[in-house]
């Protein structure tokens, strides 16, 4: 998380999206880490949870990301998602 601080308030949201990829893949691992296991989240779900814990407005940017970085998984037709194991 040292290489990300900048980027987190004190309160643990995310302030901006990084320019570098590096960066915002650990971005995403970072809000990746407050979805919970075994659980099926609706897209309405997970858009509330990416927006809880980011200032910036474009939520849709992360939960693409967290699709692309095999973070969650959603069924084909985009209503169930789930973090995939790692």
């Known amino acids: ?3 990300i601080k900048n980027f987190i308030d004190e309160n643990g949201k995310v302030i901006s ?3 570098k990829r ?3 893949k650990e971005i995403v691992v970072y809000i990746g880490d407050k979805f919970k296991k075994d659980i ?5 779900e997970v858009n509330e949870i990416i927006k809880g814990w980011i200032l910036f407005n474009d939520y849709a940017l992360v939960r693409r990301e ?3 970085e095999n973070i969650l998984t959603r ?4 209503k169930c998602y789930q973090v995939l194991k790692r």
């Open 40 to 44: 099926e989240y609706t897209e309405t």
């Open 75 to 78: 069924d084909s037709v985009g």
């Open 66 to 68: 967290l699709i692309v």
């Open 1 to 3: 998380m040292s290489k």
């Open 22 to 24: 590096t960066l915002q």
């Open 17 to 19: 999206w990084p320019s």
